[in-house]
């Protein structure tokens, strides 16, 4: 079987490290062996820049985290990160040795929702601008998948993905 990469998206606090913490669980008494990549933790650096240079290293270090896992037989390999359009998914499919499968889903929730998501995270800083403009582009990326997470425990939109995903 060759692997699959799900992109796992949505907005900035939605839910996708606890969805994607939660399908791990999940899939621990399952045979698919299933990896986990958040993008930010690859991207996190201070001072924050975003150059050329950057954008190398994320891509770099993509690209070797994806080969890797392939190479290791993972099943499906869940990658999180607000992908506000389309083209983040491109990026991701042109780092993937070609017989990788890619499908996407988003996590989406009407804007109370993620507010109270959003800000019940105490290291968050406030809602601005900059992640309103991001949950709005979140919201309107076309993806394979969308689930709709008003409502739901995490435990429910794990599930939901899982299900989405074939697993």
């Known amino acids: 079987m060759s692997m699959t990469m799900a992109l796992l998206g949505g907005a900035p606090g939605v839910g996708k490290t606890a969805t994607a913490r939660e399908c791990l669980g999940l899939s621990a008494g ?4 299933v990896q986990w990549i958040d993008v930010d933790a690859l991207w996190a650096h201070q001072p924050w820049r975003v150059n050329d240079t950057m954008i190398a290293m994320l891509q770099s270090n993509l690209r070797a985290v994806i080969e890797h896992a392939a190479d290791a ?3 499906l390999l869940l990658v999180t990160w ?6 983040f998914h491109d990026l991701l499919e042109s780092l993937a040795p070609a017989e990788v499968r ?4 988003q996590l989406r929730a009407g804007e109370p929702t993620w507010r ?6 105490t290291a968050r800083p406030e809602i601005n601008a900059f992640y309103t403009d991001r949950y709005r582009a979140a919201q309107a990326t076309p993806v ?24």
Request: proline share 0%; charged share 20%.
């Open 30 to 33: 399952g045979s698919a062996l």
């Open 73 to 75: 037989d993972v099943d």
């Open 82 to 87: 607000v992908f506000q359009d389309a083209s």
């Open 102 to 105: 890619t499908t996407t889903v």
């Open 116 to 121: 109270a998501r959003f800000t019940a995270d």
């Open 144 to 167: 394979d998948h969308v689930i709709e997470t008003d409502g739901l425990d995490v435990r429910s939109v794990a599930q939901a993905t899982m299900t989405a995903l074939g697993l």
